[in-house]
């Protein structure tokens, strides 16, 4: 069932046995699969079906510097479905290397490993619709495939049989809208939750105050809560009501909010290989219809010798907004930058201001390749703009072997890189906005010109080309457009220590016991990997929790009547 909060009726109080709040990738999937186990959800969604300005406004807030991370109402969105109404989907697991402990990555280490995520795995990649949970090309094509970069040798530090899967991109809102509509759950759009209520003794959350933009508001009590309102929104709940210890709710020991973390990301130098060198650059489709890349990633027993965090790198087309590229369909990207939306755009053609003779040049490429743009824009048409499952992105095929490399980067946790309350300054329900100081490491900038480093190493020794980068420049482009957007990361991390961590390994805030979280705020570490799958993985694994928690605590409700029906 899903309905409005403006009708349910005012200050009266809804019950439930698990509520989630947020109805984006993770709170779908959580309530998913809690129906599916049979128990009682409740899904407060602050958005409706459709975005309106005035529910975005709720998400707008401060940043310390706008050049490293953009203001906190872009890259994400508060509406059913949440970032995946407008997300890139690609899908990839963590490696076992991002849950351990290492001694160069500081903070490092989840109290869980790789194995107890694994089982959920699967069914996560099924609700992303990525297809099967096979992320090598080994385990994806039945028959061999062409190699990404020919004749680079077993023991570079890369490997480059990994994949990357892609989602249709699946708009989880409209997706399992359906299947919510019809199943037990509750789902409430247009809910905004605000503040937090714990019992006397601070122990147990109590009630959630609910409110609409129209004035309505009402209360929810239910025996269990999982926050899963996003990697800052969730600190921005936790820290918005003062909890046992009057600093936010699960911020005793004030690590809420830190240890922010995205991913380092950029488009560096020039992969110049020999003419001789065979390239396989683009997707390839599996049997069971997904688009899947490889790309290069620095193999664990590399990043352990190396002392650095996990990275891997694809082949990519040159800067867009440099016409020295000569190449029609990158100049008309470029020209078309006011019309892409701002998340799609800031990388494609943001950075340097653009003079008009750089205009002109980017003119003249376009004049001058009608015939590829038209084969480009047909392309397009037909499998990204009228596709189900859509192509994933521009693939632009060099006439020489000589590419750029796009990286994506692990970025080390760091207490101090934070989001907070901006007080003084509260949304149109009179919460405080929240205010992002994102900051990269020394460490951060050591991965990356490692691995850029090894790499060129390889390439010059299997006598397959050059990687010519600048390695003074190596910072400059990991940050040229700040952190990674869209990936909110680590504000509310997993720990055994309640004084290092906010929930524990079952994801249950370590203070509060019947608050979970769940979603990328839990992650301790941020691996390479894109965030959504482990993300949806790790709620699958809460509700089993919660499932057989609940089974639990109903066969000891039962032992107890029988007891008293027994007269014992
Ligand atoms: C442009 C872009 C491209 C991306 N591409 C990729 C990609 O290729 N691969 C990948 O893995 N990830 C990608 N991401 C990230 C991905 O979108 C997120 O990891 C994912 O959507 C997070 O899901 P979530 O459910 O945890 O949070 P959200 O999607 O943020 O959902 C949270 C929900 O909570 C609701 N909410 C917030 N506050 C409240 C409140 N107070 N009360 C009630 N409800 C509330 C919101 O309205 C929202 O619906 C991308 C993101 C962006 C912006």
């Known amino acids: 069932m899903i309905i409005e909060a403006a009708a349910v009726p005012s200050e009266t109080t809804l019950t439930a046995d698990v509520c989630i709040v947020g ?33 975005q406004d709720l998400y707008a807030g401060t940043v310390a510097d706008e050049r490293l991370h953009s203001p906190p109402d872009r890259y994400r969105q508060r509406r059913f479905g949440g970032s995946t109404t407008i997300w890139g989907g690609r899908c990839m697991p963590f490696d076992p290397i991002d849950f351990q402990p290492r001694d160069f990555i500081a903070h490092s280490g989840w109290p869980i490993d790789y194995r107890d995520v694994l089982p959920f795995y699967p069914e996560a990649n099924r609700l992303c619709e990525a297809g099967d949970f096979a992320y090598t090309v080994e385990t994806a094509f039945p028959q061999p495939v062409r190699e990404l970069i020919a004749g680079l040798p077993a023991d570079s530090a890369f490997s480059s049989n990994t994949l990357e899967r892609f989602s249709c991109p699946t708009d989880f809102g409209k997706r399992y809208r359906q299947r919510l509509a019809q199943g037990d759950a509750r789902v409430v759009l247009g809910a905004n939750v605000g503040t ?20 309505n508001r009402f209360r929810v009590q239910a025996r269990r809560y999982v926050l899963a309102a996003g990697g800052l929104e969730t600190a921005r709940l936790l820290l918005a009501s003062p909890g046992a210890s009057g600093r936010g709710i699960g911020n005793a020991h004030d690590v809420v909010g830190r240890y922010y973390m995205c991913h380092l990301a950029g488009t560096i130098g020039t992969l110049d290989l020999t003419p001789a060198a065979s390239v396989w650059h683009g997707y390839e489709i599996s049997d069971d219809g997904v688009y899947c890349r490889r790309r290069l990633a620095l193999r664990p027993a590399v990043q352990q010798r190396l002392r650095v965090g996990n990275f891997i790198a694809r082949l990519h087309h040159p800067r867009l907004t440099d016409p020295a590229h000569r190449t029609g369909v990158l100049s008309l990207l470029c020209l078309a930058g006011p019309f892409i939306p701002y998340e799609y755009a800031k990388r494609l053609t943001g950075g340097e201001p653009a003079t008009w003779r750089t205009w002109l040049t980017h003119a003249g490429n376009v004049l001058s390749d009608i015939p590829g743009i038209t084969a480009f824009l047909w392309h397009w048409l037909r499998h990204r703009t009228l596709a189900e499952r859509k192509f994933p992105s521009v693939v632009v095929y060099p006439r020489a072997p000589r590419y750029s490399l796009d ?25 405080p906005r929240l205010r992002v100081d994102w900051r990269h490491t020394r460490q951060d900038v050591r991965t990356v010109q490692a691995a850029l480093a090894v790499l060129a ?35 509310a991390r997993m720990g055994a ?72």
């Not at 937090?196 to 004035?215: F, H, I, K, Q």
């Not at 692990?410 to 907070?420: A, L």
Request: hydrophobic share 40%.
């Open 497 to 568: 220590d309640p004084r290092s961590s906010v929930v524990d390994a079952n994801c249950r805030v370590h203070e509060v016991d019947n608050l979970y979280v769940a979603g990328s705020a839990v992650f301790p570490t941020s691996s390479q990997a894109n965030p959504t799958l482990t993300a949806v993985a790790l709620a699958l694994r809460l509700a089993a929790h919660l499932s057989r928690q609940r089974a639990w605590s109903a066969s000891r409700w039962q032992a107890r009547n029988f007891r008293r029906q027994e007269g014992r």
């Open 407 to 431: 990286f994506h980067a692990e970025q080390e946790p760091n207490p101090d890189s934070r989001v907070t309350l901006e007080h003084g300054s509260a949304d149109a329900l009179g919460m």
């Open 23 to 55: 109805g984006g990738a993770v709170g779908i999937s959580l309530a998913l699969a809690l129906l599916e186990a049979g128990v009682d959800v409740l899904l407060l969604e602050s958005g409706n079906d459709a975005q309106d300005a005035a529910t």
């Open 196 to 215: 937090m209520y714990l019992d006397p003794a601070g122990r147990r959350l109590r009630a959630l105050d609910v409110r609409t933009l129209g004035g």
């Open 457 to 491: 190493h390889d390439v010059a020794e299997a006598g397959l080309g050059r990687f010519l980068y600048d390695p003074a420049g190596v910072e400059h482009e990991m940050i040229r457009y700040g952190a990674y957007g869209g990936h909110h990361i680590g504000t």
